[in-house]
């Protein structure tokens, strides 16, 4: 820790704030000595992954204090529309952070910071994009004693098929209809590859387990009640607080799609200088080519690191497309179709 | 006499072509402008559009209700050519299907089935599109919409970046045409310059035609100012002969006809009748001078105006002025001394030199005393040569006094024949080759002074 943490987490799950009808799962305070504002941050991601970001921010900016909301993606989405009072919205869910930028809640900013990210990383000047994490997939080595590990979809698909018994009811997946980055990941999927809708027949076949959140599955595939989990947030599978010793995270070798995590500035924002503050930090710090990555996540990939079957999601309208309440029914239905069976 | 200026002639090219090159430029720009503003509006227009249609085709009917399958295409493609906001609807007949509900749908009819609109949505200017085509749900026929809009940042931005460069183009082709007009002006105008250039430098004297290769349109001119030349050339010739030939035809009769008053004058008895005769003779001898000088005067105008100066040595030219009025000067019994100094090489026209000098020696030997001296003397140095003519007659009135003006007589002149004309000749000379001449008293004795520069 390079500073003292006053951090108060008060984890008021079904927490509701009095005007508002949305639900938040956590909300910490990042107290500063000599405060003198209060920046808010609404995001999907877990105060354990991006505290390190807050305390960096702080340690350049001692006068701000930062209050960090928890709350899935959709309910993000809510307090948003609902006009709940945030400066910032840090998401996963990148189809979501498109629409709240295209109807207008998202404010421009050009600063040095925001120009060097790359074109493909951002979206109007206001959604900008400051992770690269991988959609992976989570096995137990115990699990797979005597079988290759899979590369591909289509190895794994031969793999589950010739091993019925060994992984029924053991494989776990997002469940899309709870989760944002679940549903995102299966529509890109399905973008990128028909492999997608045969593997997920065979693991509907299986038995499949659904989860709404990525460390909930990397826990069962570590405890060994999952033999393997797919769409894994690599990311969250890497992280130091995860004993990495009972897993494999592999990148499949056809395509391995990329979710960027992004942050937003929203247009209410009653601390808008502070807000620019915190994005320019963000930004600079995720988006530097130092080695050492400065919180746990870089924007910027170590080549060595890349397989070339990186697929980045893009930013962009595209990503309306798969919010259409009718696209989605019909593609809920597809996906239900066949991991329900 | 200087011309009357209207002003530069390539400036006021130049002026004309700047101005026509910035009329053209603004032309240039604004239909450039306009031009790239049809075209963007109407790529955005076709990408709208084929977004839209996508749409459509993926609407389709499934046991009478309504499949809205948007292709992801359809809305990246709007994302591929800008970073704007975009918004769509679905609509089937009058029932808002999926999308934006607060979008406005434009009317569309069979024969009309797309429309374009630019209006305002959610604060922003956007443009959107309007498709349809008729479907048949449950045995009943339906229009179903597609509409697609996108705001017009990228757009704006487009259009920016297109003006800027038209300006750029603009004023590119503004500075290209300003210096093609620069040179093209100085080019067209160089024949006229040098022709004007050669004219001011030419001497007075400098009476050849102009044979120099000029543009056509400036021929006639060059023929013109041929023409003028030729004739100035004639008229002057023709001055020359004049004055040569009025020379002869005055003087010589003159003479003639006082030696015939000198012949009378011995033979008449009577004294009253002598007298006459003598009044007579004193009064040709006036006219001849008077001829004489005026001619003299005629020629040293005529010569000066075109001075064509040679080099010579001024003590020759002087010896022969000195030869040919020693027989003069004894006439009177005066002592005519000349005193020459070394290197007295001048540039002069000899004729005009000797002329004046006879002018001034015919003065001195007119007016100093019987049986006195009248002294020629030259020097010189570095910047030129001296000349000087001492006599001992009564000498000038006041130094300062205006004989070198025409027709003026000193007072020492009365009871001499003279016309007033010797030193106002003998001045013009002297200052035409740049030099000068002083009139003064000599301070010891009696006896003026005249003192001659002539630069070399």
Known sequence: ?341 | MKGRALGSMRRQMIAQLVVGAALLAALLIFVFQDFARRFAEESQDNVLLASATSILENVSEDAGGLIVDIPYAALAMLGSVSDDRVFYRVDQGPTFVTGYDDLSVAETTTANDTSFVSSGFRGDQIRAVTTSRLLSLGGQTQRIRVTVAQTQDGLGDRLDELFRRAVLLGLGFFVLATGLSVWTATRVLRPMQELALSVSRRGPDELRPFERPVPTEMVPLISSLNGFIARLRRALDRSEDFITEAAHRVRTPLATVRTQAEVLSRRIERDENRQTLRKMIRAIDESSRAAGQLLDQAMVNLRTDALQPTQIDLNDCLQDVVTRLTPVAELRDIELTTTFADDCHVSVDPILIQNAVSNLLDNAIKYTSAESRVALSTSSDGDGVYLKISDEGPGFEAVDQPLTERFVRGSAGEGTVGSGLGLTIAAEVFEAHGGKMTLSNNTEGKGGCVDVYLPR
């Open chain 1, 1 to 341: 820790m390079r500073r003292r943490l006053f951090a108060a987490l008060s984890a008021l799950l079904a927490w509701t704030t009095g005007a508002f009808a949305f639900e938040i799962e956590a909300e910490t305070t990042f107290p500063a000595a000599t405060a003198t504002v209060e920046l808010r941050i609404i995001s999907t991601a877990d105060s354990a992954f991006f505290t390190p970001a807050v305390l960096d921010f702080q340690a350049a900016h001692a006068n701000i204090a930062v209050t960090y909301v928890e709350a899935s993606s959709t309910e993000a989405v809510k307090a948003i529309s609902e006009g709940a009072s945030f400066d910032l919205i840090v998401s996963s869910a990148m189809d979501l952070q498109t629409k709240l930028a295209n109807d207008g809640f998202a404010t421009v900013i050009r600063s040095s910071a925001t120009s060097a990210v790359p074109e493909w990383a951002k979206w109007r000047d206001s959604v900008f994009a400051f992770t690269q994490e991988p959609a992976t997939l989570v096995l137990s080595p115990t699990a797979f004693d005597g079988l290759p590990v899979p590369e591909t979809r289509k190895a794994l698909i031969e793999i589950l098929r010739e091993h019925p018994d060994r992984f029924r009811g053991r494989i776990g997946t997002y469940d899309i209809r709870q989760s944002g980055l679940g549903y995102l990941f299966a529509t890109q999927d399905s973008r990128t590859s028909e492999t997608y809708w045969r593997l997920t027949e065979v693991m509907g076949g299986l038995a499949t387990q659904l989860y709404c959140c990525s460390l909930n599955m990397i826990e069962a595939v570590r405890s060994g009640e999952l033999a393997l989990a797919y769409n894994v947030l690599g990311s969250y599978a890497r992280l130091p607080t995860v004993k990495t010793d009972d897993l494999v995270v592999i990148e499949l070798a056809d395509y391995t799609a990329t979710m960027q995590r992004s942050i937003l500035m929203l247009r209410n924002s009653e601390n808008p200088d502070a807000a620019r503050l915190f994005v320019d930090h963000l930004l600079s710090t995720a988006w530097s080519t130092s080695d050492e990555p400065a919180f746990g996540f870089s924007a910027e990939l170590d080549p060595d690191d890349i397989s070339v079957n990186r697929k980045p999601i893009r930013l962009g309208p595209g990503l309306l497309v798969f919010l259409d309440q009718h696209k989605r029914g019909q593609f809920q239905r597809a996906w239900e179709n066949a991991i329900l069976q």
